[in-house]
């Protein structure tokens, strides 16, 4: 059975930045075809649950408070990859609109829940990785 990386939120894992998940209706469907690895880049990279929530500006990951935070994020980025490569995993799914996991859209730094075109920072760097990015729209497409 193939491996995939997935948001870990999106299993149902309370991993979010206010202590909830983001369970997708999708996840039985994707269990009969994949086996699931869980994993959330900001718990990895050192944050707490519930932690103050994180944008990208300017290149930095800044949390609510005014603290900078990019380099908890850069090593769950990194971790994430290492995941992938020990268990050989081409795919991963991630969650959308989040600043580690989002691959089409981010919000855009001012906390005002004002979304734009960006990936977060874990989705840019396995892409650059050659790693295959889905995003939680896009599981769909798995499936078939
Ligand atoms: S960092 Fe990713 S896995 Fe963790 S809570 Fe945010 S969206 Fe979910």
Do not use: Q, W
Not at 5 to 33: F, M, Q, R, T, W
Not at 48 to 63: F, L, M, Q, Y
Not at 93 to 99: D, G, N, T, W, Y
Not at 122 to 131: H, M, N
């Amino acid at each position: 059975m193939e491996r995939i990386l997935i948001s870990a939120c999106l299993v149902g894992d309370n991993v979010k930045y206010d202590g909830g998940n983001n369970k997708s209706p999708l996840i039985d469907k994707l269990l009969e075809k994949y086996e699931l690895i869980p994993f959330c880049p900001e718990v990895e990279g050192g944050l707490s649950t519930p932690r103050s929530p994180s944008e990208r500006k300017d290149g930095r990951v800044i949390n609510m408070d005014g603290d900078d935070v990019t380099a908890a994020f850069e090593r769950g980025a990194e971790l994430a990859f290492n995941i992938c490569l020990f268990l050989k995993i081409k795919k991963v799914i991630l969650k959308e609109r989040s600043p580690s996991c989002g691959k089409k859209e981010i919000y855009d730094g001012s906390f005002s829940h004002k979304a734009i075109s960006g990936m977060g920072v874990t989705a840019e760097y396995l892409a650059s990785k050659g790693i295959e990015v889905y995003s939680e729209d896009e599981i769909e497409s798995l499936l078939g």
